[in-house]
């Protein structure tokens, strides 16, 4: 299973949970699977969905699930540390982790690697720290949220994007459709 393949997976899951998506294709295929104004699309800052989801969950209680990638997830790994010493029982980060930069071509990543990420959030001090197989990802995202414990999975999948669309959506009418569903 690729990482489209995973998001289709979740989506009857996540369809009514505040969703901040990881820059760039995760984003874009998100956006293409099932468009919700309950979903945030970062279209720059690569490596701050997790940072972005997470000070969301902490300015609110509703549950908020960011989705990041290995490749991003790599490129802050301070905010595992935050996430970590501040703990919030609403907040799951998913990491889909197919070793490779997938939007900019793929090229592989350390986590594809030596580098385990489910070993990393564990040194950084986060209590429940699930790694799975892509087919089990929906699985741990359902039981977390059942759960109401904050929950970093760490989804092990096969690297490969999907063509879609970009997104044509203005950012600010992205931000200001997600602000109304999070007030809602």
Same mark, same amino acid.
């Given at each position: 299973m690729i990482r489209n393949d995973v998001l289709k997976t979740l989506l009857p899951i996540i369809r009514d949970e505040l969703v901040v998506c =990881?820059?760039?294709a995760p984003s874009q295929e998100l956006h293409a699977l099932d468009d919700q104004p309950t979903n945030f699309y970062m279209l720059g800052t690569m490596g701050l969905s997790s940072s972005i989801g997470f000070g969301l969950a902490l300015a609110q209680d509703k549950p908020v699930i960011s989705i990041d990638g290995d490749g991003s997830i790599l490129t802050n790994m301070a905010t595992l540390s935050t996430i970590a010493n501040n703990p919030r029982d609403n907040f799951i980060l998913l990491i889909i982790d197919n070793g490779s930069y997938g939007s900019t071509g793929d090229q592989p990543t350390y986590a594809g690697r030596k580098t385990s990420l489910a070993a990393v959030a564990t040194a950084c001090g986060c209590d429940h720290v699930v790694e799975v197989d892509a087919a089990q990802t929906a699985a741990a995202v359902k039981a977390a949220l059942e759960a109401r414990k904050m929950t970093i999975i760490v989804s092990k999948?096969?690297?490969? =994007?999907?063509?879609?669309p970009v997104i044509d959506r =203005?950012?600010?009418?992205?931000?200001?459709?997600?602000?109304? &569903?999070?007030? &809602?």
């Open positions: =990881n820059i760039g999948c096969d690297s490969g =994007n999907v063509q879609v =203005n950012p600010i009418v992205i931000r200001e459709r997600f602000m109304e &569903a999070v007030e &809602a």
